[in-house]
């Protein structure tokens, strides 16, 4: 197929040359309508136009974009920017970032207008699966794709990932071979519209629990909560509904692990007395509150990343495209061995 040129552009969507510039390189100087037509144009003639001089004669605009589900506050993001800057940035490239891909209309708007600006020369996607329409939008631009911690690894060019499944398994085992008998996991509800990593540490959990049935006397629960701001209380409130309180509870992360700690204190729990608890990802204050749980680095996620992304801008074939690490279990004070003689103490 021959490729479309901006006077294409111009005559498809009814405006001049220049504001088919402007609509591209200076959009705030377009109507919202005008900037519409002309991408819509774009998009159908499969044309795209870079932002800088620089682009126009390298082909490269030393950008990558980094997209994420969530707000970069939160520990996890915080540390897979850092990762993927601190490579990156010593080779010359800037980041833009793109916050609550989850949103649909963001979502939307992304997919639809990343492959027609084509202002990066690579896209990281962190925590969250794609769908293949959105694959096939970002396949347009040209540009390698790398996952960080994303389900679906066959849609991306190289992906580094931690064993989310598998961590949770192994928390799980080391509760029941800690002998507890009431063991609950505490989550949030997984969203319909989008996959996330972390929710494959409910599968690690039931697949345990299952196992652990055929041999061990347990009872077993996942108590999902709705996700946001309050997703702590809600899992405080969901543990002390429970007819008879856990001697376990697994916590699908560090964040959720720290506030139940602190919370079922003031209820008159206390770890390891009454119950044994354990997080997920070893964050910020886990070691503060000696919390058990297992550990994943998400800087060295991002780092690995970004060397992989370096090597195929530069043409390079990698060796291990897609690479996969088991979380660590990290052992501390949350966690004891039960006296099935002791009485619960109040």
């Not at 702590?232 to 509904?241: E, G, K, Q, R, Y």
């Not at 959720?256 to 009454?274: C, E, S």
Request: charged share 25%.
């Amino acid at each position: 197929m021959q490729k479309q040129g901006i006077r294409e552009v111009a005559q498809l969507a009814g405006v001049s040359i220049s504001t088919v510039s402007r609509a591209f390189t200076r959009p705030e100087l377009v109507s919202e309508r005008t900037r519409e037509k002309v991408m819509s144009a774009a998009a159908k003639l499969d044309f795209n136009i870079s932002r800088s001089a620089t682009a126009l004669k390298s082909g490269q605009t030393f950008r990558v974009a980094l997209l994420m589900n969530q707000e970069i506050t939160s520990w996890f993001n915080v540390e897979v920017f850092a990762g993927v800057n601190s490579v990156m940035h010593k080779e010359g490239y800037d980041i833009s970032l793109f916050q609550h891909i989850d949103d649909a209309r963001t979502r939307t708007q992304f997919f639809h207008d990343m492959p027609v600006l084509r202002n990066v020369d690579a896209v990281f996607v962190a925590s969250f699966a794609i769908e293949p329409e959105e694959v096939e939008q970002l396949r347009r631009t040209r540009v390698p794709i790398i996952g960080i911690n994303t389900p679906n690894v066959e849609a991306f060019d190289a992906t580094i990932s931690v064993d989310d499944e598998q961590g949770m398994y192994r928390a799980t085992q080391h509760m029941i071979n800690l002998g507890h008998k009431r063991i609950v996991y505490t989550c949030s509800a997984a969203e319909e519209s989008l996959e996330s990593s972390i929710d494959a540490r409910g599968r690690g959990f039931i697949r345990a629990c299952e196992a652990a049935q055929k041999t061990h006397d347990i009872d077993w629960k996942v108590l999902s909560v709705p996700r946001g701001h309050d997703f702590a209380d809600a899992a405080l409130a969901a543990v002390l509904s429970e007819e008879t309180f856990p001697d376990a509870i697994c916590c699908q992360m560090d964040m959720m692990a720290i506030p139940l700690v602190l919370k079922l204190q003031r209820h008159g729990y206390r770890t390891p007395r009454d119950y044994s608890i354990i997080g997920f990802d070893d964050s910020s204050y886990a070691d503060t509150i000696d919390l058990t749980t297992m550990r994943q680095d998400p800087f060295a996620m991002g780092a690995s990343a970004a060397r992989k992304c370096l090597k195929l801008l530069a043409g390079e074939e990698l060796e291990e495209p897609h690479s996969t690490i088991e979380p660590k279990l990290i052992l501390r004070g949350t966690d004891a061995r039960l006296d099935p003689d002791t009485p619960l103490e109040r």
